[in-house]
């Protein structure tokens, strides 16, 4: 390899990704704003760069704004998780064309490793655009630098910059250029970089991303911890946060939904519990992971006269688990007696913390739990995938109909790419 053609990171990420699945099958949103709501309808949890610009803020219930909507041409649509979902995995195999080493950091966004001259690079990055802009129709920037604080830092000059035409590699850049760029941002821009602490790093001095890049790493580390003193690093060009593969697995998988009519009594929350407890098992199962502790939690409505109402609770288990019966006996022992019969419930869910590869653990036999042996959560998921969402369940989950406190939607778009009833349908002329 020449001494030019260097390894590099690129994060490629997608532009207002929910609105803008919404509108690869309704073109008609194309440069409307835009948002997506949360389950049920709830608050807003997308926006549109239009929407953006109207003043839409995040998280703003819909009711809220309901009203006003018409007026100036604002939209809004149901979160279709399963059409998310479904493209962002073709997103990821598109990338995957580009690069060996992909590791995909969120639902819309992943590092590559790429390897080039700078001017290679901007090529492939413009090419990774225009393939995924092409094939699925949505819209990415593309970052290029030494480290992924770099790309993250590329990344965002891209979206900023419209003359950059939605990639930008920092090796283009002069060192004299890069300072000025570096000067001109605030350093709590900077990826890993919370607001809390950059107020400490101001009564340091480091007020701008190249105060910190030019600041001691020793004194950095003495005084904010070795996860600051990295970003030092990285911003200087050296590689310290390496890019994880497929095997990662994150730390936390929760489960969480808003219910369509309010629940009211234990042993409808037994129900739902039991209905979570089996779903987020199931993620885990999936991804081939295990859990050491839950939180398991319900919540009455903020915006009610009532008094705000959520019960919680922390379990850690002995053993970490992938197990449903588990879950569900830790989540619903002590939370369930901590519901108030007559509250109107409306969400509830089970975080599952401490998360990891199931093979990292070797655990004598004798602490596996009796069902677990049994590989009882397996065979849920075997059954579940034959016969549909609710042949089967756990306990209280164990009957047929969807249930009443089910997600409401009632502006979801169509699951054009994952159910064969909700083709998009094309007019020719
Ligand atoms: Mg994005």
């Known amino acids: 390899m020449s001494d030019s053609s260097q390894r590099r990171i690129a ?21 409307k704003p835009v948002v997506v709501l949360s389950n049920n309808d709830g608050c807003v ?4 760069s239009e929407a953006k610009a109207l003043g839409v803020a995040m998280g703003v219930p819909w009711f809220k704004i309901s009203a006003w909507a018409p007026s100036v041409g604002l939209v809004a649509r149901s979160s279709n998780y399963e059409l998310y979902g479904d493209l962002s995995a073709r997103v990821m195999s598109i990338l995957q064309e580009f690069s060996a080493a992909v590791e995909v950091y969120s639902i819309d966004e992943a590092f590559l490793e790429l390897t080039g001259t700078p001017e290679e690079l901007l090529a492939t990055g413009h090419r990774i655009k225009e393939a995924i802009q092409t094939r699925l129709g949505l819209p990415v920037c ?18 900023k910059s419209a003359g950059m035409n939605g990639v930008c590699n920092l090796d283009m850049f002069s060192a004299e250029k890069l300072d000025f760029i570096m000067a001109a941002l605030p350093v709590d821009n900077l990826w890993g970089i919370a607001r809390r602490l950059s107020k400490r790093l101001a009564a340091q001095g480091i007020h701008t991303i190249k105060d910190l890049r030019d600041a001691d790493p020793v004194r950095i580390k003495k005084k904010f911890g070795v996860v600051v003193q990295r970003s030092v690093y990285e911003l200087r060009g050296i590689d ?13 998988v929760m489960y969480s939904r808003s219910f369509a009519t309010p629940v009211t009594t234990r042993k409808q ?18 991804q081939g992971s295990v859990a050491g502790a839950l939180t398991c939690f319900a919540g009455t409505s903020r915006f009610a006269n009532e008094p705000f109402h959520s019960p919680y609770v922390n379990a850690v288990f002995s053993i970490p688990t992938n197990d449903p019966v588990e879950i569900l006996k830790a989540s619903s022992s002590v939370l369930l007696n901590r519901i108030e019969e007559g509250r109107k419930y409306v969400r509830a869910g089970i975080l599952l913390h401490d998360v990891s590869p199931k093979e990292s653990h070797q655990y004598l036999d004798l602490f596996t739990p009796v069902h677990e042996r049994r590989q009882l959560g397996e065979t849920l998921d075997k059954v579940m995938e034959k016969h549909g969402a609710f042949s089967i369940g756990l306990g209280a989950a164990g009957f047929k109909s ?7 939607r009632e502006m979801l778009s169509l699951r054009a790419t994952t159910r064969w009833d909700e083709l998009a349908t094309v007019y020719a002329k």
Request: with cysteine; charged share 30%; hydrophobic share 40%.
């Open 402 to 408: 969807a249930r009443e406190w089910e997600m409401k």
């Open 269 to 286: 929350m037994e129900e739902v519990l039991a209905v979570y407890a089996q779903r987020v098992s199931k993620r885990l199962r999936k």
């Open 142 to 159: 593309v970052g290029i630098g030494r480290s992924k604080t770099q790309a993250k830092l590329a990344n965002a000059g891209a979206k």
């Open 11 to 31: 994060l490629v990420d997608v532009n207002s990704f929910f609105a803008s699945c919404e509108r690869v099958f309704d073109p008609k949103l194309m440069g």
């Open 240 to 252: 310290c946060i390496k890019l994880e593969g497929e095997r990662l697995v994150k730390n936390q």
């Open 45 to 48: 949890v997308a926006r549109s």
